[in-house]
Nanobody, 124 residues
Framework: QVQLVESGGGLVQAGGSLRLSCVGSGRTLRTYTMGWFRQAPGKEREFVAAISRRSGSTYYTDSVKGRFTISRDNAKNTLYLQMNSLKPEDTAVYYC?????????????????WGQGTQVTVSS
């Protein structure tokens, strides 16, 4: 069983930066593909970024490419999301997710483990 806890959210002005963290416990995360998703009010939870368990390849949704960077520190069992040049449309609750044998890395339904979420609010 894996437990995930996110932190680092907050209120920031447009153009600002935040770094989200997701600390795992229960098992080592080095064998898990890890992802970030977000959910804005009244909208579906959507894929933001992911990092594969083997190659460390990274994947991003188009709207965050060039602004967000996903990374992992296996020694600390921690996943990060560095968010730069934030826009009001990035406002959402951000969730980290983990799965050991996921097939479609961008699919919300493929992840078995989820954190409780952290709120990111970007003011204009």
């Amino acid at each position: 069983q894996v437990q995930l806890v996110e932190s680092g959210g907050g209120l920031v002005q447009a153009g600002g930066s935040l770094r989200l963290s997701c600390v795992g416990s229960g098992r080592t995360l080095r064998t898990y593909t890890m992802g970030w998703f977000r959910q804005a009010p009244g909208k579906e939870r959507e894929f933001v970024a992911a990092i594969s368990r083997r190659s460390g390849s990274t994947y991003y949704t188009d709207s965050v490419k060039g602004r967000f960077t996903i990374s992992r520190d296996n020694a600390k069992n921690t996943l990060y999301l560095q968010m730069n040049s934030l826009k009001p449309e990035d406002t959402a609750v951000y969730y980290c997710a983990a799965d050991e044998f996921i097939s479609t890395i961008t699919a919300r339904t493929g992840y078995d483990y989820w954190g409780q979420g952290t709120q990111v609010t970007v003011s204009s």
